[in-house]
């Protein structure tokens, strides 16, 4: 665990304290440390089985499980592509292919500069506006292959600007 | 804080006065309400409203209009929509362009933005007000009560709007009784199976513990639904409350909300009208006096689909693999943490209020002989209004699409209504006049599932829909079970192969065989019903399979390997817009210049194109097509 900073493990020590009075705790600690540290590689996982009790073999268990816990650092901006079948059936799969394309990553991948991570998801629930597609949280509705390269070229300007 | 029945009787008519003097202009304000669901704020509509307070201020009248987000209105194709009371005008599609003009013309002139009316496709006619619009016409608002009205965020409102008059009722009652008007109101479960909620409530009631639970199923997990995250974003408090009532009736003094990680904004309104009411005394200990207690937790998914399960989702709040437990012992005996636990859907919960509230009767006056109660269905795909409709069970298919639905955009011909999400079937043509209730749609080869209704065009290809849900199925598989985990990756790689034009007539029996022993082999209902899309797609467009494998054709030209794109020479102006947005660069000038043109053509090298249909949307003149 020497690869992680003091702070990071003050950090994960302090998400894991949020939670003592529930009861099972772990998919909560999981989804915070997820949420605020960005992933939760085997280090972490060490410092959360000594502070809950919980095994290591437990925990990645369950990290692996689950499509939203990941073991590597996600991109600085995460692209989710809808696939829910109201998204499919108006051509999500074109959309998706072409962010493929255009990025050269394959879904579920980190473009090499740790920019831009693509991620199939499952619906979201906005079938109103499929085909529909979410990067760190904002929603661009009705997409297609066509709109793509600008909203990517945006982000490659914001993420070089910022 | 409210702690005695007298106190919420006190609170409810206030509250009540309040928001109908809002509606009817009786309090002499005007009031602006935006929707503030997923689909429409991703338009922007919060942008709108600040403008819209922006705008007042500017004009001098802000302290005589107010702007709230409310929940979602369920016409996601018209959004972002704004309303404006006590007229009850309803603008759609609004931009943020468009807010000078409403607040000058409207708000300051009293005269109504003619353009941003909505228009009757069939007839033309606009329409100002939202029950006038044939997609509100046949709709019955109960699980969706006050979804669309009230401020999801102000406890206030909700109960202006009936919230906890329910569980008024309920508290009043011997917990047996509850049951009982469960029971007697026949509601079944609305996430997908529809065992009779009552029952289920009646076994937890029945089971010795020291400690029961309720567990609300929020991880509303098929792809094309979204009625409980409308709902939790809509009107949380009706979700709370019916959890307290269930809660109340078989012995329980906790509740448990999980809901999927990906709905921030219902998690964020859960959370808000969770704080809220316990402000006010609703929820924690000795409720109205009554000496009942009971509180709500709230944990959030983390991305897997299997967990919508019931025992799999308990799983998953243990903090463990979401990973379905055999059955018996059901959670009714042996739930959350070994206590008798009952897992109820969003949708039923937020009925509970209104059956104690109007009572079983009232609502069992709606439906069918087994079906009672309305339905609320997300409708989806190839359909003109796209958006969340609740209709009484025993509601068409046909008026679902076309009444409602408003039909097929573009006038396409309908192909197939998908229900029930990838554990459902489609339902052809013949089957549009059948009235949809649970066992009706089973009967039929589909089922209601959690009330996702996609429908599909000529354009969609069977196969590739099959293989759609078979992809997704295989990903969310959980592993735990052989014959879910083997058997929907053999059907998977059967079905790749039959969209790349490689299968044979044998792999047809093998998709059956496999269908069945994975229907009566698996673990949960996720591998029970795997199959349903193959065997529906089957029986209803076998001929589209047999176009994959004999004739080499995907007939809707999706399949990619099995369509290529072409350029009607004689349509070609040579404009070139299409060769300019080739992602491959396979769109070349050919020496043909056709009749009446000036340019030459183009042409697409089928060798080099990569099938991506980026030519297809920018030619202007519709000179490209699939064969």
């Known amino acids: 665990m020497g690869g992680l900073k003091a702070e990071a493990v003050a950090q994960i020590k302090e998400i894991c304290g949020r939670y003592k009075d529930e009861n099972t705790p772990l998919m909560m600690i999981l989804s915070d440390i997820q949420n605020e540290y960005g992933y939760i590689p085997l280090e972490v996982q060490e410092i959360v089985s000594q502070e809950t009790g919980i095994s290591v073999a437990e925990i990645y268990g369950v990290v692996t499980f689950y499509s939203f816990f990941s073991l590597t650092p996600k991109g600085k901006y995460v692209i989710g592509c809808c696939l829910g079948t109201a998204c499919y059936v108006k051509g999500a799969q074109n959309v998706i292919d072409k962010f493929s394309e255009i990025l050269k990553i394959k879904p579920g991948e980190t473009t090499a500069d740790g920019m831009f991570t693509l991620d199939a998801l499952r619906c979201i629930g906005a079938c109103g506006i499929a085909p529909a597609v979410t990067i760190n949280g904002t929603v661009y509705p009705k997409m297609s292959a066509g709109k793509v390269p600008e909203v990517v070229a945006h982000y490659v300007k914001e993420g070089a600007t910022a | 804080m409210i702690n005695t029945i007298d106190k919420l009787n006190e609170n409810i008519a206030a509250r009540t006065k309040d928001l109908q003097d809002k509606l009817s202009g009786a309090d002499g304000k005007r009031h602006i309400v935006l929707c503030g669901g997923t689909g429409c704020l991703s338009n922007h509509s919060k942008e709108i409203s600040e403008k819209f307070r922006e705008v007042l201020a500017d004009r001098g009248v802000a302290d005589k209009v107010t702007v709230n987000l409310v929940g979602c209105f369920g016409f996601c194709s018209q959004g972002p929509f704004v309303k404006i009371y006590p007229e009850d005008t309803l603008y759609r599609l609004v931009k943020i362009e468009d807010v000078e003009e409403i607040v000058d013309t409207d708000i300051c002139g009293g005269t109504v933005v003619d353009r941003l009316l909505y228009v009757e496709p069939a007839t033309g006619e606009k329409v100002s007000k939202q029950d006038d619009i044939n997609f509100y016409k046949k709709q019955r608002r109960v699980a969706l009560h006050g979804c669309g009205v009230i401020n999801p965020e102000d406890i206030n409102e909700a109960l202006g709007m009936g919230a906890f008059q329910g569980l008024k009722r309920a508290l009043s009652m011997s917990r047996q009784e509850v049951i009982d008007e469960v029971l007697a109101s026949g509601i079944r479960g609305r996430g997908g199976a529809g065992f009779p909620s009552g029952r289920k409530w009646q076994f937890a009631y029945n089971s010795q513990g020291d400690e029961k639970y309720v567990v609300c199923n929020g991880d509303e997990g098929d792809p094309g639904a979204f009625m409980d995250r409308s709902i939790l974003e809509g009107n949380p408090l009706a979700v709370i409350e019916g959890m307290m009532i269930a809660g109340y009736a078989i012995g329980a003094s906790n509740g448990y909300f999980y809901v999927r990680a990906e709905y921030p904004i219902a998690v964020n309104r859960l959370r808000i009208a969770i704080k809220q009411a316990k402000e006010l005394g609703l929820l924690g200990e000795n409720i109205l006096g009554s000496g009942f207690s009971f509180d709500c937790h709230l944990r959030l998914g983390a991305g897997a689909f299997v967990c919508g399960e019931e025992t799999a989702l308990l799983n998953s709040i243990e903090g463990k693999r979401g990973m379905p437990r055999p059955r018996p012992p059901f959670p009714a005996v042996k739930g959350l943490w070994g206590k008798p636990t009952i897992i109820n859907n969003v949708e039923t919960l937020a009925c509970v209020p209104y059956i104690l509230r109007e009572g079983a009767e009232k609502f069992a006056s709606v439906g069918t002989e087994k079906s009672k109660g309305t339905k609320v269905f997300a409708l989806g795909g ?108 053999r059907m998977l790689e059967i079905l790749t192969r039959i969209t790349e034009g490689k299968g044979t007539m044998q792999d047809l029996e093998d998709l059956e065989d496999l269908s069945k022993t994975v229907k009566t082999n698996s673990l949960c209902a996720l591998g029970q019903t795997a199959s349903n899309p193959i065997t529906s797609t089957l029986s209803h467009f076998r001929d589209e399979y047999i176009a994959h494998i004999v004739d080499k054709k995907c007939p809707a030209h999706v399949c990619k390997s099995m369509m290529q794109y072409v350029i009607d020479k004689e349509k070609c102006i040579g404009c070139g817009m299409c060769a300019k947005g080739c992602p491959a660069g396979c769109i070349t000038r050919t020496d043909y210049i056709a009749p009446g043109h000036k340019l030459a053509s183009f042409e697409i090298d089928a060798a080099k194109c990569v099938k991506c249909g980026a030519c297809i949307s920018t030619c202007k003149k519709d000179a490209i097509e699939k064969r």
């Open chain 2, 382 to 489: 190839k359909v003109n209004n796209v958006g969340l409709v609740e209709v009484p069970m025993g509601t068409t298919l046909r008026e679902l699409i076309y009444d409602i639905g408003g039909g097929i955009p573009g006038g396409k011909k309908f192909k197939a209504i998908q229900t029930g999400g990838p554990s459902g079937g489609c339902l052809t043509e013949e089957f549009l006049d059948e009235p949809i209730d649970f066992d009706n749609l089973v009967a039929k080869g589909s089922m209601m599932g959690s009330g996702g209704a996609i429908v599909m065009d000529e354009d969609n290809c069977m196969v590739d829909v099959a293989k759609f849900y078979m992809e997704f199925i295989c990903d969310e598989s959980c592993g735990k079970c052989t014959p879910c985990r083997i058997g929907t990756k």
